[in-house]
């Protein structure tokens, strides 16, 4: 049986919409919904529960972890701002604060290094501020990392150390308790 021309693109035009859509024609004895197989699975509603908490686990650690680098990008954003004071940061001086997180040193040890000429430093009106190229050079020249071995070394090769029965600063005296 021979089906007419304009049957024919009318056919033609239904494959082509339902293409598209990802359906096939119904028109002309085309099935228009493919056919999809779905399985059915049970499950006990604790391993259900068990497994939405477990999503819910994943879902908290993604956010955190999301927070988190959110707000390092915000530390970081703010610290390559101007300061809140309304000043510049300025990347060539330091301020106190900062030399003292840098070479990990207390505020009175960077006070002795000024006054003994270790570390160059200019005083703006009541602010000392230091040279960051000067502060970098000080901190490859004098500070050494010590390795963890040494250090264990250092503290059993120690003369408190070794003392017995936690004598420590006492002299060694026979107390005549033992006789």
């Known amino acids: 049986m021979e089906k007419c021309a304009s049957e024919k ?8 919409v339902a ?8 028109i002309c004895g085309r099935n228009l919904k493919k056919s999809t197989t779905m399985e059915i699975m049970t499950i006990e509603s604790n391993a ?10 994943i879902t908290a650690y993604v956010e955190e972890s999301r927070n988190r680098e959110e707000t390092e990008r915000k530390r970081k954003e703010e610290a390559e701002s101007p300061a809140a ?14 030399v003292c997180e840098m070479l990990d040193i207390s505020h ?31 901190r490859e020249r004098w500070m050494v990392e010590t390795p963890a071995a ?25 107390t005549g308790k033992n006789q």
Request: aromatic share 6%; charged share 35%.
């Open 19 to 26: 293409g598209k859509t990802g359906e096939s024609g119904d």
């Open 150 to 174: 040494k250090i264990d070394r250092m503290i059993a090769e120690h003369p408190l150390h070794n003392r017995k029965n936690g004598s420590y600063g006492k002299k060694g005296r026979d």
């Open 85 to 98: 004071k309304g000043r510049k940061a300025d990347p060539k001086w330091m301020t106190h604060k900062e």
């Open 48 to 57: 259900y529960r068990l497994l939405v908490e477990k999503i819910e686990k």
């Open 9 to 16: 693109n009318l056919c033609q035009g239904a494959g082509m």
């Open 108 to 138: 009175r040890t960077l006070q002795r290094y000024r006054q003994k000429h270790i570390i160059p430093y200019s005083m703006i009106g009541r602010q000392i501020r230091y040279p960051r190229q000067a502060v970098e050079s000080l």
